[in-house]
């Protein structure tokens, strides 16, 4: 009879411990217990506390109850009934908020067909120093409640004030008055622990001096107040970079020089990217892949600069070589990665010209005459041409001038292979009999930029 | 009257043959890659690699050949060959190759290599076979010129001191490119050499009255 009593005062015990409360901070959790306190907070701020809610026995728990009865809280209820497999924990949030100073409590409740759990949560609500933010940072009441310095430049100064005042009718102790975060100090203000009498104010400064480009966080801390403190930093803006080329006006096929400076120190030091991109005149291409920085062949090169100096190097050299191509257009250089003082941004103009020649040769085959032509065409408009043959003496020969339109075979080839207007062709002429007589020829080619004559003697 | 017909007829005839970009040559990239390179001079574009670990590369007008460690490869075909880098000589559709590392001559045709009789004592700079014969550019010929790579060329002799890229034609005269550390010159093709100069490689146009330095793009990684 006495072993009965025994086991039936335990069970009650064992099947308590299935469903348990824990108090989440961070990642620790810990019990709950009887009693939640949850401290000390400024009238009008909100506390949350995450609670977890875990299955520590081996059978399937039917949660049929999550609540936070009492004045001022909540709990971001789940649909119940909800399942808890063994093991396995479901968190939720409390949260607390009045505006008049009391003493809070509410009765925290978990129910399930295994066991219930309950605990009492309690919150001290007492006024809280009034802080009023000053332009250029703005304030908000969250939660959590948080201050922004907005956008800073990187190594300059951005100063925050604010006043901080009792609006009770009590002195307010103010034992904690901190700050934390690494770019963030307290610069001017009074020393915790002080007293603020009831009605008075007393003012003081945040610096925010962020060292380098990035988001910056840390915290407020007053008596029962934090407040989240966040700022952004940005590079200084480099002087606008001056991008020059070396003399000579700009064509196609040229490998030319392209250098960069900045006209006054740098106020730090700086690296990006120096980009080019081309766009041609034509629409039969939608592009050159001939220009290119000639370093890498690609359209893109690092650049970095000292703090102090003016020289801009480019992949760790005082220039950097590009290609102009065979397309008429616009090549543009733009900077990225930094912020600059201006657009640096420079296009050079790639005027359409006529019809050019890196090698031209005729020759005679047996039953043929071969003219080849190696140029380019950076109109992408040639294919009429007219040839006319000239025999030992100089005269023309009968017909005179022989027309060949290959617009359209041009157009096909441009089209087809999109790799600048660079060209070879070979115009054979049929003929029989002795052709040893026939001594040159004259072309005229034409694209959209004019015509070109050249006179070929046949080898 | 009969040139007349006959260029009549001509002037309904005429075709052209089809428009290429333009061929320059082939050339082993800093990572050993063939490539072909295409365009005009001043503008140059690098074709996709072709085959991987060639160590010595080579053009005239109708032949490019390119040498792996163990074959010499070309547009028709391949051949075993001794080990090791090339110096190629051409004359027209064949070629005369000296393999370095064996001190050995050949003869290359139609993906054929006939070895030669031949033996020298210097380390062979260039080879060029030319119409009155074959020329070969030994170091020692040239010890008190240049410790530097050597081009025999039909138009005279490329060749390269530690700051200085120097075009000599058979007329004496010489023409000056600021160019340093030039550490290997070959034929590109019929009217460009390849220099590889550290991590670069220029290109040098030939054609008389032509003549200039140019860069290849993507020679540095």
Sequence with gaps: ?459 | MKRALLLLIASCAWSQSGIDVPAIGMIVDPSGSLRAVQGVAGNFLLGAPLAAGVLSAACSEQLCLAKTDSKILSATGQVDAPPGPAEFGFDRDTAVIFFPASQTFARWHDDTLELLDWAVDDAVLSIRVGDHGIEIALRRDWAGVTNGPVLLLKEGVLFATADELLLRHRDGSVLTFELTDAESITSLGPHYAAIRALDRTFVLRLEPEHEQLFLLPGSTP
């Design chain 1, 1 to 459: 009879m006495k072993w009965i009593v025994i086991l039936a005062l335990l069970l009650p015990i064992a099947a308590r411990a299935q469903i348990a409360l824990y108090v989440i901070n961070g990642s620790i959790a810990t019990p709950a217990g009887a009693a939640l306190d949850l401290g000390r907070i400024a009238a009008g701020d909100t506390v949350n506390t995450r609670l977890r809610i875990k299955n520590n026995g081996t059978s399937l728990a039917n949660i049929s109850r999550v609540s936070a009865d009492g004045i001022g809280f909540t709990i971001d209820r789940l649909s119940v009934p909800f399942p808890i497999a063994p093991g396995s924990a479901q968190d939720v949030l409390l949260s607390f908020r009045a505006t008049t100073p009391a003493v809070y409590n509410a009765n925290v409740q978990v129910n399930s067909q295994i066991n219930n759990v309950t605990a009492i949560a309690v919150v001290t609500v007492v006024n809280g120093p009034s802080l009023t933010v000053f332009p250029v940072c703005t304030g908000s009441d969250g939660p959590p409640p948080a201050i922004d310095f907005g956008r800073a430049q990187a190594g300059q100064l951005r100063l925050c004030n604010f006043y901080l005042q009792n609006t009770s009718a009590q002195p307010m102790p103010i034992a904690t008055f901190q700050v934390t975060g690494s770019a963030f100090r307290i610069s001017s203000g009074p020393k915790a622990p002080f007293i603020i009498a009831p009605g008075e104010t007393t003012a003081f400064v945040i610096d925010f001096t962020p060292g380098a480009a990035g988001l910056y966080s840390g915290s407020l801390a007053i008596e029962t107040r934090t407040f989240v403190l966040s700022g952004t930093a940005f590079d200084s803006p480099l002087p606008k970079p001056l991008l020059e080329f070396d003399s000579g006006p700009v064509q196609s096929a040229q490998q030319r020089r392209l250098t960069m400076r900045l006209p006054s120190a740098a106020p730090a030091a700086a690296s990006g990217f120096l980009n080019l991109a081309f766009t041609p005149d034509t629409t039969l291409v939608t592009d050159d892949p001939a220009v290119v920085f000639l370093a890498t062949g690609t359209r893109t090169l690092p650049f970095s600069v000292t703090q102090g100096g003016t020289q801009i190097l480019i992949s760790g050299q005082t220039s950097a070589m590009f290609q102009t191509g065979t397309s008429s257009g616009r090549i543009r250089f733009t900077l990225t990665g930094i912020s600059t003082d201006g657009d640096p941004t420079t296009t050079l103009t790639i005027p359409p010209a006529l019809l050019s020649f890196d090698t031209t040769t005729a020759t005679r085959r047996t039953g043929n005459l071969d003219i080849q032509m190696i140029g380019f065409d950076n109109t992408y408009a040639a294919g009429a041409m007219v040839f006319t043959f000239f025999d030992t003496s100089g005269q023309a020969l009968q017909p005179g001038a022989i027309l060949a339109d290959f617009t359209q075979a041009f157009r096909a080839f441009f089209s087809k292979t999109q790799a600048g207007s660079a060209f070879q062709v070979r115009v054979s002429f049929p003929v029989t009999g002795d052709t040893s007589g026939i001594a040159g020829v004259d072309m005229k080619l034409s694209n959209s930029a004019g015509t070109t004559t050249t006179h070929l003697t046949f080898k």
